[in-house]
Nanobody, 127 residues
Framework: QVQLVVSGGGLVLAGGSLRLSCAAS????????VGWFRQCPNKAREFVSA????????YYDDSVKGRFTISRDDGKNTVYLQMNGLKPEDTGIYSC????????????????????WGQGTQVTVSS
């Protein structure tokens, strides 16, 4: 079974930073892609960022571009989301999702990813 363990959430003041981790295990191969989604209050689940196996291509939603950085450590099968310059509107539950065979064509849609999700972690940004 593919398992994803998420960590790194917490409470931070506006302008602060957090780093989220998504550790994958199981039969994931080497061509997997990992995406980050968040569920913010009064909003639908939305795409945040993603990274692929091929040339470590990265993707960002415009709302976080320039503030968040995604990376991966293949030796640990772990993907990180470094979040800088956090804003109150970034508050939400963050979760990672894995696609075994690269990134989905419609990666902004959570339903297009394989059904391998981490448990989610709460990020709260106070003003």
């Amino acid at each position: 079974q593919v398992q994803l363990v998420v960590s790194g959430g917490g409470l931070v003041l506006a302008g602060g930073s957090l780093r989220l981790s998504c550790a994958a295990s199981g039969r994931i191969g080497v061509r997997y892609a990992v995406g980050w989604f968040r569920q913010c209050p009064n909003k639908a689940r939305e795409f945040v960022s993603a990274i692929t196996w091929a040339r470590y291509n990265t993707y960002y939603d415009d709302s976080v571009k320039g503030r968040f950085t995604i990376s991966r450590d293949d030796g640990k099968n772990t993907v990180y989301l470094q979040m800088n310059g956090l804003k109150p509107e970034d508050t939400g539950i963050y979760s990672c999702v894995l696609n075994v065979q690269g990134i989905p064509d419609n990666y902004y849609s959570d339903s297009d990813w394989d059904d391998y999700w981490g448990q989610g972690t709460q990020v709260t940004v106070s003003s």
